[in-house]
């Protein structure tokens, strides 16, 4: 597999750091494109990126996480401007979107997903939401509101949320707990300071329309972040909307799916897509 790392300007004092890997052979298959979670980056997604060999796949760091860079100010990182990033990212790389994408979006990146979808991008062939935030405002207690908001202000915080509330410790590898650690603490205190306080709040599901567009919704069973029911939420609201879901709860995980159990993604995408 060739994997190149690239940075892209997509806004004024924003450039997005991707990693790119395209399969061995030329393919038909759509182009995946990963959007991670609140906290994480584009290496949230390795194992999936690695095993999903016949697809081109693209992993980006959000604007403040990461690699990437972002303007100084709490307003410049709502979901919005994530998701122009995005149509950004996929207008430049358009040579390898030529069979189109799916965008594969966990957490806050399946809201930012959503965004993208709500506005028609051409070629987009379906969605894969992971632990999904919903594309309607919510508003979190007061207590889980304070506790995300200083999640990831230390070393000790990062610790701790990642072992009592975003995963089962016994479903992470001391690697992948340590790239979680590294990327948490990476983020600019707009991107840490962003979702918590405003974009969680944000409503980008007015203009979601599917037309039998293919998605695929996984919940975990143990998640406390994305609870099944807030996710069963989602996919009703999604098949009023006319896309075609197909929803699955994952056994024995929390929330941080793509690095707890990565094989419950892979073989739904590889046989739905």
């Known amino acids: 597999m060739a994997s190149t790392d690239m940075l892209l300007e997509t806004a ?16 038909s298959k759509p182009a995946l494109l990963f959007l991670h979670y609140w906290g994480g980056s584009s290496r949230t997604f390795h194992h999936l990126t690695t095993t999903l060999s016949n697809y081109t796949t693209i992993a980006l760091d959000h604007r403040g996480w990461g690699l990437s860079k972002g303007p100084d100010g709490a307003e410049a990182y709502s979901i919005q401007a994530l998701a122009d990033d995005v149509l950004e990212v996929l207008k430049q790389l358009g040579e390898h979107t030529r069979n189109g994408f799916i965008l594969v979006g966990h ?10 979808a709500a506005s028609k991008p051409s070629g987009l062939r379906g969605m894969v939401l992971i632990a999904p935030a919903p594309p309607t405002p919510f508003a979190l207690p007061e207590e889980m509101r304070e506790q995300q908001i200083h999640a990831y202000d230390s070393a000790e915080s990062i610790s ?14 001391s690697e ?34 599917g037309n039998g567009q293919k998605v695929l919704v996984f919940a975990g069973e143990h998640d406390i972040v994305e609870t099944k029911e807030k996710v069963e939420g989602l996919v009703k609201l999604l098949d009023e909307r006319h896309y075609a879901t197909k929803f699955s709860v994952v056994p024995g995980v929390k929330h941080l799916i793509p690095l707890e159990t990565p094989n419950a993604i892979v073989g739904p995408i590889e046989r739905e897509f």
């Not at 750091?17 to 061995?24: A, F, T």
């Not at 701790?160 to 590898?173: D, Q």
């Not at 979680?180 to 969680?200: F, H, M, Q, V």
């Open 12 to 27: 004024p004092s924003t450039t997005i750091h991707l990693q790119l890997i395209d399969p061995p052979i030329s393919s």
């Open 176 to 209: 992948d707990f340590n790239i979680l650690c590294e990327d948490s603490s990476k983020g600019n205190r707009w991107a840490k300071a962003a979702w918590p306080t405003y974009a969680i709040g944000e409503d980008i599901s007015t203009d979601l329309g």
């Open 160 to 173: 701790w949320t990642i072992s009592n509330i975003l995963a089962e410790p016994k479903n992470l590898s």
């Open 107 to 116: 957490s806050m990146g399946a809201k930012v997903a959503l965004a993208v």
